[in-house]
């Protein structure tokens, strides 16, 4: 049973990593006012070349350099479509994510199948790592695990407390009058777009080279869309995010406890999506102002307009 | 010193938007040269590749058409949604939906009834499914404000899951040897075929009157004509009493119910049962995104893009075998025209003028 226990918070934390890193790279874009729908196609493009790039050096984390650098190349598209170009961010973000699955799908065909001699390492905490029951279950875990919750804690701390988080959040909920204080509007949303991209680039390195440890077309298995839903679950906010991506860790999880009860697998596949319908309907019955999404959210901003 | 200045343009003919689509579309294939470049490919060998295969032969055109059937009906009805500023991006669930509807309805009267009187009803049943299937995120997008893109998504996974545990459980076939599937429909429900082709006539008719017919009730109805409101300027629409929910539900509505008939067309017309989502569909929802935003939201248009995209799927799959190129090859070639597409839409509506001016 104590076994039991363990292995299930284990595998929560776990399959909770790459949403919350997708999530709170999704939250910096939107709070700027920017939607991204292309994090699906950026996680499957960082997953790829975090792939390539440890196996042909060895070192997992110049794969993690090299998938932050490929999430940044690509957001860039989005970026520039969406600010410069004032594009339609719907239709922009999906394009991102046809051309991100398609490039990641020819990059990884010929390492398809081939496994990763050396992954990332799970990490001992020292100390921590010796408690009983939780010890093994949450500090002897992917470095991607401590990263995720470390980068959502210092997202939240830099968007709500910091002078330039309140220059991003203004960008979000009113660019015009954001301008009128000298701020540069393009800018800020230009460098939010590309660090949502960053995250997401790095959900995608946690499961090519930590998960799973091989490539497989479309591993991504439509995290990236929860991980848009999870930024509405989490209203906006980075520390929210880390609650919400980890009950849905759990809710991927379940899968696997409830399948030997003889469930039917493809039901327990549809859970996480059902759940995502289910909860969004619960904050929303609640009260729907609390979906408090930002003013311009998904409104191109042109400058110099009245 | 060089001064770059945008200013609107508002004056938008058809001519000048057809031609910012060529253009578009030119610098895409440019753009996907270089991929092809990167893949050790002559580019100008693939690209002419895709064409030739697609519409360069009588086979080629057979095909092309055939996957073209899907594509003009699921595209003519997101120009609809799309109008409303609906964003459907579940016309893969609402196919698949429709196929399932169609099936059921196959076989369980299919044995009994006549051709004449099982066709149309498997249709309708395919329109109800995938009606159904798009009428739910609209009654969640107008009473609970849930964003749809993310609800739409959602519904395909659940589809998808729900059609594998049908075929893998109760629908499973007999004549199967076990493997996933239902058995195959009663012969009165299979759809008929051109001659030495895949095409059936019956969906490709259904594909053309529905883009004229949804042409005519964009531009000429009343309904059309809130359904742009409802776009455009929602709170115009509200000072105008236009029913946000009543007109949410139609078009999503149509625009699920004609995915559906897609759906209808793929099980009774070309796989004779039903199978693997991946199958069924072969992601016609996505790329008729692609071929609604080509066709520049007129359902008419659809007819033309959608054959353009057909063309790029046969296309792709045959360059695929034939240079060894991975399967992910069309979805690249679809996102970046896609991405060109909405870049044109900029030189579109902005006048961009470069003038030297005197320091």
Request: hydrophobic residues 55%; proline residues 4%.
């Amino acid at each position: 049973m104590e076994e039991i226990i363990i292995s299930t918070i284990q595998r929560t934390m776990v399959a909770g990593t790459p949403l919350l890193l997708a999530t709170t790279g999704e939250i910096i874009c939107e709070r700027a006012g920017i939607l991204n729908l292309g994090v699906e196609g950026v996680m499957a493009v960082g997953a790829v070349t975090a792939f390539i790039v440890t196996m042909t050096t060895g070192h997992p984390w110049l794969g993690v350099l090299a998938a932050m650098a490929a999430g940044f190349a690509v957001s860039l598209i989005h970026a520039f479509t969406s600010v410069t170009l004032q594009a339609n961010q719907v239709v922009s973000g999906l394009a991102l994510t046809m051309l991100g699955l398609g490039l990641s799908g020819m990059m990884g065909k010929p390492y398809v199948g081939r496994p990763l001699a050396i992954k990332m390492d799970d990490l001992a905490i020292p100390l921590l790592s010796d408690l009983p029951w939780i010890g093994k279950a949450l500090f002897y875990q992917s470095p991607f695990l401590y990263l995720a919750i470390v980068l959502a804690i210092a997202a939240w701390f830099f968007l709500e407390r910091t002078r330039m988080g309140i220059q991003i959040r203004s960008t979000g909920e009113n660019p015009k009058a954001t301008e009128t204080q000298g701020i540069n509007v393009s800018l800020i949303r230009y460098a939010c777009v590309l660090m949502g991209g960053v995250f997401s680039a790095l959900a995608g390195a946690h499961l090519s080279i930590s998960y799973s440890s091989s490539w497989v077309e479309g591993m991504t298995a439509g995290r990236g869309w929860i991980a848009i839903a999870l930024t509405i679950f989490a209203l906006w906010n980075p520390g929210r995010a880390i609650f919400a991506s980890f009950i849905f860790g759990g809710i991927f999880v379940l899968q696997y406890l409830l399948q030997p009860l003889g469930i039917s697998p493809n039901f327990l596949a549809m859970l996480p999506y059902l759940s995502t319908l289910v909860i969004l309907l619960a904050i929303s019955f609640r009260d729907p102002r609390r979906l408090n999404a930002p003013a311009w959210l998904g409104a191109a901003y042109k400058r110099g307009e009245r | 010193m060089i001064r770059i200045t945008t200013s609107d343009r508002y004056n938008i003919t058809p001519l000048r938007s057809f031609m910012t689509n060529v253009v578009a579309l030119g610098a895409g294939i440019v753009a996907i040269s270089f991929i092809f470049l990167a893949s050790g490919v002559n580019p100008l060998y693939a690209v002419s590749q895709i064409f030739i295969e697609s519409f360069g032969s009588v086979y080629g055109i057979k095909e092309t058409i055939t996957k073209a059937i899907p594509l003009i009906l699921i595209g003519a009805g997101l120009t609809l949604a799309f109008r409303a500023k609906f964003w459907n991006i579940g016309a893969e669930g609402q196919l698949l939906m429709g196929a399932i509807f169609a099936t059921w309805t196959a076989q369980h009267l299919g044995s009994a009834l006549p051709s004449a009187v099982i066709v149309p009803l498997i249709f309708t049943a395919g329109f109800i499914g995938g009606a159904l299937w798009g009428i739910i995120p609209a009654i969640l997008k107008i009473k609970y404000a849930i964003n749809e893109v993310i609800t739409t998504l959602m519904l395909n996974y659940i589809c998808a899951e729900f059609l594998t545990m049908l075929i893998v459980g109760p629908w499973k076939g007999k004549t199967r040897f076990g493997f996933p599937g239902t058995d195959a429909l009663p012969d009165a429900a299979i759809l008929g075929v051109l001659p030495g082709s895949r095409i059936h006539y019956a969906t490709l008719i259904l594909a053309i009157v529905c883009s004229v017919g949804l042409c005519i009730l964009i531009y000429k109805t009343r309904f059309g004509y809130e359904a742009r409101v409802v776009g455009e300027n929602p709170d115009a629409g509200k000072y105008a009493g236009i029913d946000f929910l009543r007109t949410s539900l139609i078009l999503m509505a149509i625009s699920g119910g004609l995915a559906g008939f897609a759906g209808v067309g793929e099980v009774a017309g070309i796989h004779h049962y039903l199978g693997y989502p991946a199958s069924v569909s072969s992601g016609y929802g996505f790329t008729a995104i692609i071929v609604a935003w080509l066709a520049k939201l007129n359902p008419l248009f659809a007819i033309v893009s959608g054959l353009f995209f057909a063309g790029i799927i046969v296309g792709g799959d045959a360059i695929q075998i034939s240079l060894g190129l991975p399967a992910a090859t069309v979805e690249i070639v679809n996102g970046l025209l896609l991405i060109f597409l909405i870049m044109g839409d900029y030189f579109l509506h902005n006048k961009i003028q470069v003038r030297s001016s005197r320091a």
